[in-house]
């Protein structure tokens, strides 16, 4: 039977009925398009005056349940949506495949992840990276409290989830802003689900890498409970609820290695041989030396000798509490067939305080000697001189996520439909850092070495530059880190050393509230089976406190950024008392090589040298000196985002080249408005006897504002043919955008003040101003989908999905024109920021999927199954390194080479892989998952230079026994290999961090009744 002909009278008769029905409707449809393993499911009769006739059948109900029945529940969902899908659906309430909804996702076909503290955020779909995503949860937006619209998963516990779809195609009513698709998140509507369910359990969690701390056992807990209750009534008709709590304790501390963010280029010959001196930094200008080498000089040097180093070096061992809660709440009513009335409630909190001891080479260009440069830039090896450092940060976050919503749905007449949806999201998260300092007045000698490892191996030499294995070697004169003697001044050329200490804080609230209706009218034509209009409107206001740093100086009480100072009692109190034993004896062992000489530093306690250092209290105890009293500043954003957007989607149900067709066609009209608010120093115009102008500071702030908004048109048209009941080929064709993050639209200014005695012309006042850009709009895109999809039973399918994309996403740094109010007078400026320009880049590229669950097999081998997915994608994208890039001006015309490859789309990994396999029998299942990664760009806040993680392979165990019916034990284990994260800056072997979390180990006993 044709599929058209099967869904038209199927769906015809559904009209009207409740959503329990539009369920059973669902599932028949999945049942009928695949054959059926055990047996063919009679055909139902055609439907007759929109009324479903029925006829008494033997049907064979076969049980599916677990791993199986997810694949088979996921497989379902994405043969029967309109648009190019993939999903995870759960075979039953708080059944889906992973600790977290991060791992769920990143099981997804072409989905990969950032990883950090041992899990993933920050989904890439396709290779577009996640500031080209979208991401909702019940169809809704959500808010986010980190330095994107990338959203942290783990608010969203995957016991409390049903399914994760995700959009790679848009279609019309789906929300506006995925130009690489959407991921949604569906919570489990109670009343759907249809029976009673009560779940516990606890959870014990051993952590490897915390247990590499002296006087830590690595053990942590998770308790999670859950219920599903129907509460039917034949007066107030059909409802139910569903409630849970999750609680987590645990700690996911970080052992790593890492160079700064700022990059040097160097070189250590002319390029007509002669030698350079090494004198200073080397990126002294002095005449003679390794000076700076730039985009504009690099032709006078030999580039055989150019190299690329960072500033610093930090060597960073650190413990970490983590504790999480979440609740979760549903409520769905059917008073009667005619209304469907659905609220949902989430809510997280996560506190978690890191404890981080560093040690680090302050000047890793000063005095460089020894140099072992390969082709590409990379200085595998140099001894040098530099100050030592040893830095102490207690960090204190506070994060809070809170979104409801309410769904009602409502069948006019038996044609007609009506939904609304009222919503709202909050993130907020508060960071407080407490760091202080030692730093050594006197300069020791070290070596720096990358040629065998990737961690890089530290040795300190000695005076006249001996190592320890070299004859002569005078260990006195050799910085010993875990000597308080290295730290004191007759080591130090007899000036003592100098301590440090402030405080950093950031604070952030995102708020999001959004209604939006829709209207459904069910035509059941020949060509068009339904229409469907809606609107929505939407207001996201986000506050980012960012009050960098504050201290005291405890001698005269006057605030500063930073307090320094060289007393000696100050800095004695610090060195006798703050310093703490070593207590990581397996630092970094997942690396080869020695890392850090002796394996061991002296760690510096942050809270004990910030109190010591503030004499808040006479006894030098730590206490937080809090924020400053007026915390406005520059870097205040305050911006509010109002969304309006209408669209008209018609479904299909006909045929086209003697094929059965579906799918939809539509258009969505989206108006975006930014309204920014920031902050500037407040100027006075002054005029002199002669009739020159100048700015004079008032001391005080001023606030200002800059509003924009842009209109876009959003077509569409998903197109699937059928080709036969288990062969699809899809098509999808439309326009796509995202937005630019919030962060970066800031009208926060930095006034650079002109100087000069001689200005009279008021506009040549200001040398430039630097800040956000609120005139960004969002990024659009051109989209191209074909796939095509086999399913020749419940349990298998095989899917290849090619796809194109041109957008424009070149982002640059840009001069922009603006015009500044000061003093009452309107003063034109130069205004630098970030933007992208109108070039086009395309990505395109194909992705794989298969899954089998051999059944066929004999026993035991009936119990395997089998997943896998492959996505390769490439793009003409160019992100330029700030510092060694090409240089283009604001129209994208090429000013200066540089002599760095750029970087392409953030998040752009070429190929992505993951794999499963699992066997499950009568009580005992087992699953191992497999997932690669290669390179991509990975830029992080503050820095020109782009930042690169490099390939990586992860592998994930879990077995699960069932004890009884209702219980069972179950063992995951998360990073088997122990695969620590690498990245590299600049070059392809400067390392600019290597992080280890180490495996981590889930023992869990749940029951369920």
């Known amino acids: 039977m044709k599929l058209s002909k099967l869904s038209i009278g199927i769906c015809a008769a559904s009209r009207g009925i409740r959503t329990t029905q539009w369920v059973v409707c669902s599932t028949l449809l999945a049942t009928l398009a695949m054959p059926a393993v055990a047996q063919e499911t009679p055909e139902p009769t055609p439907a007759v005056n929109g009324q479903q006739q029925t006829e008494d059948v033997d049907v064979e109900i076969i049980q599916v349940s677990g791993m199986r029945a997810t694949m088979t529940r996921s497989l379902a969902l994405k043969k029967n949506t309109e648009a190019i899908t993939d999903s995870i659906a759960a075979s039953d309430f708080g059944d889906l495949p992973g600790l977290s909804i991060s791992d769920v996702i990143e099981n997804i076909t072409s989905v990969s992840g950032h990883r950090g503290k041992g899990s993933a955020s920050e989904m890439s779909i396709r290779g577009l990276g996640p500031f080209l995503g979208y991401n909702t949860f019940n169809g809704r937006t959500i808010t986010s409290a980190g330095y994107s619209r990338a959203v942290n998963f783990k608010k969203f516990p995957s016991e409390f989830s049903d399914k994760v779809v995700v959009y790679k195609s848009q279609q019309a009513d ?10 949604n998140i569906d919570s489990l509507r109670p009343l759907d689900f249809g029976k009673d369910r009560v779940s516990l359990e606890l959870q014990g969690i051993y952590n490897n890498h ?50 700064s963010s700022t990059m040097y280029s160097c070189a250590t010959r002319l390029a007509d041989g002669t030698a350079l001196r090494t004198v200073n930094d080397c990126n002294s200008n002095s005449s003679g030396t390794n000076t ?6 690099i032709g006078d040097y030999d580039r055989s000798s150019v190299f690329l180093t960072p500033s610093s070096w930090t060597y960073r061992n650190q413990e970490e509490q983590d504790q999480r809660d979440a609740y979760v709440g549903a409520f769905q009513w059917q008073p009667n067939d005619a209304w469907n009335i659905n609220f949902d409630i989430a809510y997280s909190n996560n506190r978690y305080t890191e404890d981080r001891h560093d040690f680090v080479i302050t000047s890793a260009r000063r005095n460089l000697r020894n140099h072992v440069i390969d082709d590409e830039f990379n200085l595998l090896y140099r001894e040098g001189d530099s100050r030592m450092e040893t830095q102490g940060l207690f960090r204190s976050e506070d994060e809070t996520y809170t979104g409801w919503g309410l769904n009602i749905e409502h069948n006019l007449t038996d044609n007609l439909k009506l939904s609304t949806d009222i919503s709202y999201s909050k993130s907020f998260r508060n960071r407080t850092d407490w760091q202080s300092r030692v730093i050594t007045n006197g300069y020791w000698k070290y070596s720096l070495d990358n040629r065998e490892h990737r961690l890089t191996e530290l040795t300190f030499l000695d005076a006249n530059w001996n190592s320890p294995e070299d004859v002569g070697y005078d260990s006195s004169t050799a910085f010993d880190p875990t000597n308080l003697a290295s730290w004191s001044a007759p080591l130090n050329n007899n000036v003592g050393p100098e301590a440090r200490y402030r405080r950093l804080m950031e604070e952030r609230d995102d708020r999001l509230s959004a209604i939006r209706f829709d209207l459904e009218y069910y035509l059941g034509g020949e060509i068009f089976s339904s229409l469907q209009t809606g609107v929505r409107y939407s207001k996201e206001k986000l506050f980012s406190d960012l009050d960098a740093t504050r201290a005291i100086n405890p001698l005269t009480g006057a605030e500063v950024s930073e307090f320094a100072t060289r007393d000696t009692t100050l800095v004695n109190g610090v060195v006798n008392n703050c310093f703490i034993d070593w207590n990581n004896p397996k630092w970094l062992s997942s690396e080869s090589g020695n890392g850090f000489q002796g394996g061991q530093f002296a760690q510096l306690d942050g809270r004990c040298g910030f109190g010591a250092l503030s004499g808040v209290n006479a006894d030098g105890s730590f206490t937080d000196i809090g924020p400053y009293a007026d915390r406005r500043s520059t870097g205040d954003i305050d911006i509010v985002e109002s969304i309006t957007a209408a669209y008209m989607m018609a479904r299909l149900q006909t045929e086209l080249f003697g094929l059965p067709v579906s799918g939809n066609v539509g258009l969505r009209v989206v108006q975006t408005k930014i309204d920014s608010n920031g902050i500037r120093s407040g100027y006075h115009i002054v005029s002199s006897s002669t009739g020159s102008l100048t700015l004079e500071p008032t001391g005080d702030l001023e606030e200002f504002n800059i509003k924009n908004d842009t209109i876009d048109l959003l077509p569409s048209a998903n197109i699937t043919f059928h080709y036969t009941d288990t062969f699809l080929i899809r098509t999808a064709v439309y326009r796509a955008l995202s937005r630019p993050q919030l962060l970066e639209m800031s009208a926060g200014r930095n006034i650079n003040v002109n100087n000069e005695e001689t200005i009279t012309n008021p506009d040549d006042l200001i040398r430039q101003v630097s800040g956000g850009n609120p005139y960004q709009t969002p990024l659009m895109s051109n989209n191209v989908d074909l796939s095509f999809e086999w399913y020749p039973s419940r349990d298998t399918a095989m899917s290849i999905a090619f796809y194109g994309k041109q957008f424009e996403a070149n982002f640059r740094d840009v001069m922009l024109e603006e015009t500044l109010v000061i003093d009452g007078q309107p003063i034109n400026v130069q205004l630098a920021t970030g933007s992208y320009t109108d070039d086009r880049s395309y990505l395109r590229g194909f992705e794989i999927s298969a899954q089998h669950n051999f059944i066929k097999l004999p026993a035991p081998f009936d119990g395997l199954g089998v997943k896998l997915s492959y996505n390769y994608a ?50 005992l299942s087992l699953r191992a998952l497999y997932k690669y990664r290669s390179q991509y760009f990975q830029p992080n806040t503050g820095s020109a230079s782009n930042r690169y993680v490099e390939p990586f392979n992860y592998v994930d165990l879990s077995a699960k026994y069932k004890l009884t019916r209702n219980t069972s034990i179950s063992l995951q284990v998360l990073n088997v290999t122990d695969e620590p994260q690498y990245m590299i800056r600049g070059a392809s072997n400067t390392p600019t961090l290597i992080s280890s979390s180490g495996p981590k180990y889930f023992l869990s006993l749940k029951t369920v009744f």
């Open 874 to 923: 490439n793009s003409s994208f160019e992100n330029q390194d700030g510092t060694f890039g090409d240089v283009y001006d604001e129209n994208g015309v090429l000013v200066q080479n540089g002599f760095v490859e750029p970087a392409n789309v953030f998040g752009l990994s070429k190929d992505v892989f993951s794999g499963s396999i699992y066997w499950e029998g009568k009580r």
């Open 292 to 297: 700076n080498v730039t985009r504009e000089n």
């Open 210 to 259: 915390t247990a590499h701390t002296k006087g830590e056992n690595g053990l942590g807990n998770q308790i999670t409970a859950s219920f599903v209750k129907q509460l039917n009534n034949n007066a107030l008709g059909n409802f139910a609820i569903t409630a849970g709590y999750q609680r987590t304790d645990s700690s996911n501390p970080e052992e790593s290695m890492l160079t």
């Open 174 to 183: 789906l929300v506006e802003g995925g130009v690489a698709g959407t991921i």
